[in-house]
């Protein structure tokens, strides 16, 4: 079992800047993917970001440029540093972490964007 607990989100205006921390911790084996998604209500959970072990990234379309995952497997934590943030980029934010055929998520962090 892995456990994951996102925190950094918050309340920013357009525009503005934000980074998520996410700390992993329990089983975690490498290799693994860890990264982030999000969701917003009435709409499929989205990939906003991952990072494999192996230092491969995947980046939603939306965040490219704005957006970067960054991780330090030292520590078990995984980073989401947010710039340039839209009013669209509101949504809860969950971190994830996959291992093989096993996946886990955390809670989630809202980040709300004003405009």
């Known amino acids: 079992q892995v456990q994951l607990v996102e925190s950094g989100g918050g309340l920013v205006q357009a525009g503005g800047s934000l980074k998520l921390s996410c700390t992993a911790s329990?089983?975690?084996?490498?290799?693994?993917?860890m990264g982030w998604y999000r969701q917003v209500p009435g709409k499929q959970r989205e990939l906003v970001a991952n990072m494999a072990s192996g230092g491969g990234i995947n980046y939603g379309n939306s965040v490219k440029g704005r957006f970067a995952i960054s991780r330090d497997d030292a520590t078990n934590m995984v980073y989401l540093q947010m710039t340039s943030l839209k009013p669209e980029d509101t949504a809860v934010y969950y971190c994830a972490e996959a291992q093989g055929r096993y996946s886990y998520w955390g809670q989630g962090t809202q980040v709300t964007v004003s405009s």
């Open positions: 329990g089983s975690i084996i490498m290799p693994n993917v």
